[in-house]
């Protein structure tokens, strides 16, 4: 009986020393929460850095815990050789996605609020946690992007089997086309004015700092330093002229920009009468002669 009594006592104080432990660990990361939410300044870096110190704090919380109940001597080495290998067998997925974690954290792959794509899946990325990654999707049946309203969770052993793309990590930019088709007769010359303006126009205030941004780049990786100035681009083919205008834009503003483009540029052509958008058009060259029978029917 006095056996039972101790065993109680001790299961009883590994109880207590453990709830401590986590809500130690949770006031403690509310507070540092709480500082950083004072000091940075920029949403990305202040959810990076909430996201790492939670995932630190809590994994150090159960390991602290497994000593708590194990001990430190012989039996707790035996007893994590057995979970690790238990785990190994059992659990490769969740191995996969820790080492996937551990991927994106060390070789900054992606960070919180950027824009990625991980496999068929494109969004923003709402958190990074040691096993999953959770992305508010855009696309699917919405055109463009913007976003779907779903939340889709991604394991993070997906970078290791898929491509990963990121649209906002080195440069917030990207290079858009649009591409009106003209007819041979328009006058070609001011259809390539008129679309380079509305280009020079919705981009002038993004050039600079996307210049800056893209040297920065250039600097640090072996790509080619490249213009951002809108660019007009004349393709001759069987039925028009293709008119291509390429610009930068913001990777969340693309589809805004886009459609407001297209607008302007209707309006302007409708206005010139020497410029007509061509489509694509069939003509009937000849019909099958119709089959009278003897009965005349």
């Given amino acids: 009986m006095p056996q039972i009594t101790v065993d109680y006592v001790n299961v009883?104080?590994?109880?207590?020393?453990?709830?401590?432990?986590?809500?130690?660990?949770?006031?403690s990361y509310l507070i540092i929460k709480g500082v950083l939410q004072t000091r940075v300044k920029d949403q990305t870096h202040l959810h990076t850095l909430r996201m790492l110190i939670r995932n630190t704090f809590f994994f150090a919380a159960g390991v602290i815990v497994l000593v708590i109940w194990l001990g430190v001597g012989s039996n707790f080495t035996v007893a994590m050789g057995i979970l690790g290998a238990g785990v190994a067998f059992a659990s490769q997925e969740v191995i996969g996605s820790f080492a996937g974690y551990l991927n994106i954290v060390t070789g900054s792959l992606y960070r919180i609020g950027d824009r990625v794509r991980i496999g068929d899946v494109v969004g923003d990325v709402m958190d990074i946690s040691i096993l999953r990654t959770t992305v508010m999707e855009i696309g699917e049946w919405v055109k463009a992007d913007q976003y779907s309203?779903?939340?889709?969770?991604?394991?993070?052993?997906?970078?290791?089997?898929?491509?990963?793309?990121?649209?906002?990590q080195h440069w917030r930019y990207l290079w858009d086309e649009i591409m009106i088709p003209i007819t041979y007769t328009s006058d070609w010359r001011s259809a390539g004015e008129i679309m380079l303006e509305r280009?020079?126009?919705?981009?002038?205030?993004?050039?600079?700092?996307?210049?800056?941004?893209?040297?920065?780049?250039?600097?640090?990786?072996?790509?080619?330093?490249?213009?951002?100035?809108?660019?007009?681009?004349?393709?001759?083919?069987?039925?028009?002229?293709?008119?291509?205008?390429?610009?930068?834009?913001?990777?969340?503003?693309r589809r805004t920009v886009k459609g407001q483009l297209h607008q302007e540029l209707l309006q302007h052509f409708e206005s010139e009468t020497g410029i007509t958008v061509a489509s694509a058009t069939f003509e009937i060259v000849g019909l099958p002669r119709l089959q009278i029978n003897a009965e005349g029917c």
């Avoid at 207590?16 to 660990?25: E, G, K, N």
């Avoid at 309203?149 to 906002?168: E, K, Q, S, W």
């Avoid at 330093?225 to 293709?242: G, K, Q, R, S």
């Fill in 12 to 27: 009883l104080w590994k109880l207590i020393l453990s709830l401590i432990v986590l809500a130690f660990t949770w006031i």
């Fill in 199 to 253: 280009g020079r126009q919705y981009s002038a205030h993004l050039q600079e700092q996307a210049q800056a941004e893209l040297h920065d780049m250039v600097r640090r990786y072996l790509v080619h330093d490249t213009p951002v100035e809108p660019a007009l681009y004349v393709v001759m083919t069987d039925n028009w002229i293709e008119m291509t205008l390429r610009y930068i834009v913001e990777a969340r503003e």
């Fill in 149 to 168: 309203g779903r939340i889709v969770t991604i394991a993070n052993r997906a970078v290791f089997a898929d491509p990963l793309f990121n649209y906002t």
